[in-house]
């Protein structure tokens, strides 16, 4: 029995070894304090009226995530080293290796911004921060605390959830800025105050965590300012089914260019209310008698399914078949 | 047909230096605080411990500078160390269960993490 004893102590010491990765409270507050304030406000900050040009937004995204990211990397790493110091501890490999790891997720999130600019897939960058966020935490805790290996998880089920679900981008938006401002700073104190040892408590933990998560982020989605309905006194655009309005294309790049007045009659197939601030539509439209949207909230996009060289009546030409769609259809 | 029982190291065979050798095993390095918070001893004992197995090429030390305050202490299980801890674990888990077509390959392997 003694051997036995003997041995379970000495897995046990090893396993302590082994999980001796330790996130800081300051690490925890630093990431998730930036990352939820870029989540948040950036698109407020890098505005297309303040950058009309992709190509200028998108590098000023570049620069503007990149300061603030490289900026925290290098306090975190700075206070984690004076930290550990002067609690005369170490900082394992593991732990050193990890964080290099966190650092290109970092770097991956904020590539895929700026090229997102370029080749699309806008309306999913939120989820993909999750994801990328969860897949940190998630390294973390293999080598931590089994309840960072559970949030971090959670955190990547919101991101593939929230797209699956087809949440407004705007909701999105919050959530994962929820994941990085709440759930960040709250991993960080649950982990002090909860033995995760046992999985009743774990579990309760993670249930705690995913409601103020989950919670905060629909809470602030929903008191949005920009989600305001418009009121009796905003003027109104109708466009009835049937009707035809012109869609005005503007195309550019290196392969082709074209007649800026160039515009296509299409036939709207819905009801369709605009709103209006000084004669113009302001971004807020409805789709039948649907919910009030934002055109900033993705729900409405234009998705090219193919483009196909053909030779037509006229000669050569190229189909490009593109599908409007409105993503807050329940169909 | 006799089957002679495994001896121990007679160094490792003292339940704090054994759970010394398996977090460092674990951890790679680790400093005398860490330590001292790990295996909850007072400094005397732990020193009196760390002392015999870095005098027996177990275990080596280094001073690393700190931020702030005095340099501290570091110590890693060395090649040999690592050889005897790994060792003892077999021998443990032979005696354990003296089987001779388990002896071996029954103790438990010092980097698999339980679930």
């Known amino acids: 029995m003694a051997t036995s004893n ?7 010491m090893l396993t302590a ?3 001796c990765v330790h996130l800081d409270r300051h690490s925890l507050l630093l990431w998730g304090g930036v990352g939820g304030v870029m989540c948040g406000f950036t698109d407020q900050v890098l505005t297309p009226e303040r950058f009309p040009d992709l190509t200028q ?20 790493h700075r206070l984690t080293r ?24 970092m770097v991956l999130g904020i590539l895929c911004s700026f090229a997102m600019f370029f080749h699309g897939g806008g309306a999913m960058i939120y989820a993909l921060w999750a994801v990328l966020l969860g897949l940190g935490m998630l390294l973390f805790g293999l080598f931590s605390r089994p309840l960072i290996e ?182 | 047909m006799t089957n002679a029982l495994p001896t121990l190291d007679a160094l490792l065979h003292q339940p704090v230096r054994t759970q010394i050798a398996a977090y460092l095993a674990g951890r790679g390095e680790a400093s005398f605080a860490e330590l001292k918070r790990a295996l909850a001893v007072t400094d005397g004992n732990l020193d009196a411990h760390m002392t015999k197995l870095v005098e027996a090429g177990y275990v080596e030390s280094r001073k690393e500078a700190a931020s702030a305050g005095r340099p501290q202490t570091v110590f890693t299980l060395t090649e040999p160390g690592r050889a005897a801890f790994a060792g003892y674990v077999k021998a443990l888990a032979a005696l354990l269960n003296p089987q001779p077509e388990t002896t071996a390959e029954s103790a438990p392997s010092l980097f698999i993490r339980p679930v």
């Open chain 1, 82 to 105: 004076h930290v550990r110091s002067a609690r005369e501890e170490t900082l394992p490999f593991a732990q050193q290796q990890i964080t290099r790891a966190w650092w290109m997720l």
């Open chain 1, 150 to 331: 559970w949030i971090g998880l959670a955190t990547i089920l919101i991101g593939v959830g929230g797209l699956a679900a087809g949440l407004p981008m705007t909701t999105a938006q919050w959530l994962t800025a929820s994941c990085f401002a709440v759930g960040l700073p709250l991993a960080g104190w649950l982990v002090h105050h909860v033995d995760d040892h046992s999985r009743l408590k774990r579990l309760l933990a993670l249930g705690i965590w995913l409601v103020a998560v989950v919670g905060g982020g629909l809470g602030v989605a929903r008191l949005s300012p920009g989600m305001a309905l418009p009121d009796a006194d905003t003027p109104l655009v109708t466009v009835d089914p049937g009707s035809t309005i012109p869609l005005r294309v503007e195309m550019g790049g290196p392969l082709v260019s074209i007649s800026p007045d160039i515009t296509l009659p299409v036939v709207v197939s819905r009801k369709v209310q605009v709103a209006l601030k000084d004669g113009q539509p302001d971004g807020r439209y409805r789709i039948d008698d649907q919910p009030w949207s934002r055109v900033r909230d993705g729900a409405l996009y234009l998705r090219i399914d193919r483009i196909q060289p053909q030779m037509g009546r006229g000669g050569a030409e190229i189909v490009v078949h593109g599908n409007f769609t409105f993503a807050g259809d329940k169909q």
């Open chain 1, 57 to 76: 937004r998108a590098v000023a995204l570049l620069i503007w995530l990149g300061f603030w990211f490289g900026l925290m990397a290098w306090v975190d």
């Open chain 1, 17 to 19: 070894g082994q999980r």
């Open chain 1, 6 to 12: 003997q041995l379970q102590s000495i897995q046990a």
